[in-house]
């Protein structure tokens, strides 16, 4: 099992970007409209709820207690050193799978097999928890669908990149 002290700052950094970068594709990929406060919230408890899903699983654990207890974030959730700020959804979804492919490199290298399957599970249960949040191309809650089209595409290029 492998714990913070194991990284270094960069990949330490890579390690706490995923988890939220995956919610937030797929919250980009389709307008909710007022749906997408319910993908905000399900994102957040999505991803600190991994410490309750995987509570044998040591990286995560330690990823989700630096979020609560040691008030560490995502890069995508400053309002200062964004990188992604600005960027359009192309971009940000190719700056994202990006980040997915160089996840699984470093825990491929320092995670043991069983914490790098845990990560990839925990990130794409937050990515497919988001779509299911709100209903899409409805008005006022009625009509649309659950999951859109453009959110399963997302999904899909997240666990290809982190594959």
């Given at each position: 099992?492998?714990?913070?002290?194991?990284?270094?700052?960069?990949?330490?950094?890579?390690?706490?970007?995923?988890?939220?970068?995956?919610?937030?594709?797929?919250?980009?990929?389709?307008?909710?409209?007022?749906?997408?406060?319910?993908?905000?919230?399900?994102?957040?408890?999505?991803?600190?709820?991994?410490g309750k899903e995987f509570?044998?699983?040591?990286?995560?654990?330690?990823?989700?207690?630096?979020?609560?207890?040691?008030?560490?974030?995502?890069?995508?959730?400053?309002?200062?050193?964004?990188?992604?700020?600005?960027?359009?959804?192309?971009?940000?979804?190719?700056?994202?799978?990006?980040?997915?492919?160089?996840?699984?490199?470093?825990?491929?290298?320092k995670a043991t097999p069983?914490?790098?399957?845990?990560?990839?599970?925990w990130v794409l249960s937050?990515?497919?928890?988001?779509?299911?949040?709100?209903?899409?191309?409805?008005?006022?809650?009625?009509?649309?669908?659950?999951?859109?089209?453009?959110?399963?595409?997302?999904?899909?290029?997240?666990?290809?990149?982190?594959?």
């Amino acid at each position: 099992m492998t714990t913070k002290s194991e990284y270094n700052a960069e990949e330490w950094q890579l390690l706490l970007d995923v988890p939220t970068l995956a919610g937030l594709a797929v919250m980009m990929s389709a307008k909710s409209g007022l749906g997408t406060m319910k993908e905000a919230i399900s994102l957040t408890r999505s991803t600190l709820e991994g410490g309750k899903e995987f509570p044998n699983v040591e990286l995560i654990q330690a990823i989700v207690n630096a979020r609560l207890k040691g008030g560490e974030k995502s890069t995508a959730e400053t309002f200062t050193d964004n990188p992604y700020q600005g960027l359009g959804f192309e971009k940000f979804k190719a700056a994202v799978s990006e980040k997915c492919r160089a996840a699984s490199e470093v825990l491929a290298r320092k995670a043991t097999p069983e914490e790098a399957v845990a990560f990839r599970t925990w990130v794409l249960s937050i990515a497919d928890n988001v779509s299911k949040a709100a209903y899409e191309g409805g008005f006022l809650g009625f009509g649309g669908t659950q999951v859109s089209p453009e959110e399963v595409a997302a999904i899909d290029s997240i666990k290809a990149a982190l594959a």
